[in-house]
């Protein structure tokens, strides 16, 4: 079985899976270019100074990512498992991936308002999903 082979909502999952990973990965070394490696491989204690400017954002728009990504992870899921998809869901799961992708360099951009529709978006399409089930 490939990837391709899988319910859209299945995939757009996988990938959606891959974006959280590079946001992770790209939040992780800018917070380490601010903070320093001995920083990143202490034990951490204390407050850590604030992250500015990309780092910052990109700590924040992971964080935002780890907000709806269980609720469309277990939306996808239960779509796929009941046999609930077509063409809603499937819009739905689209839309939600994408407009993450999109959400990233936005965020990291610093650029207001546009950022909230394309966040807006993602819901809906999550919402969208979520709605294959009812």
Do not use: H
Not at 57 to 71: C, K, V
Not at 87 to 111: D, E, K
């Amino acid at each position: 079985m490939t990837i391709e082979s899988l319910p859209i909502e299945l995939r757009m999952l996988a990938w959606s899976v891959v974006l959280g990973l590079v946001q992770l990965f790209a939040a992780a070394a800018l917070m380490t270019r601010q903070r320093g490696m001995q920083w990143n491989a202490g034990a951490r204690d204390g407050v850590p100074t604030p992250l500015t400017g990309v780092a910052g954002r990109l700590e924040r728009a992971q964080r935002n990512f780890l907000e709806t990504f269980p609720f469309f992870a277990a939306a996808a899921l239960a779509v796929a498992l009941t046999g609930r998809s077509g063409a809603m869901t499937a819009l739905g799961a689209q839309l939600y991936f994408w407009a993450r992708v999109a959400y990233v360099p936005i965020y990291a951009a610093g650029i207001p308002y546009v950022r909230s529709l394309v966040w807006a978006a993602s819901v809906a399409g999550l919402l969208l999903v979520l709605r294959g089930l009812f």
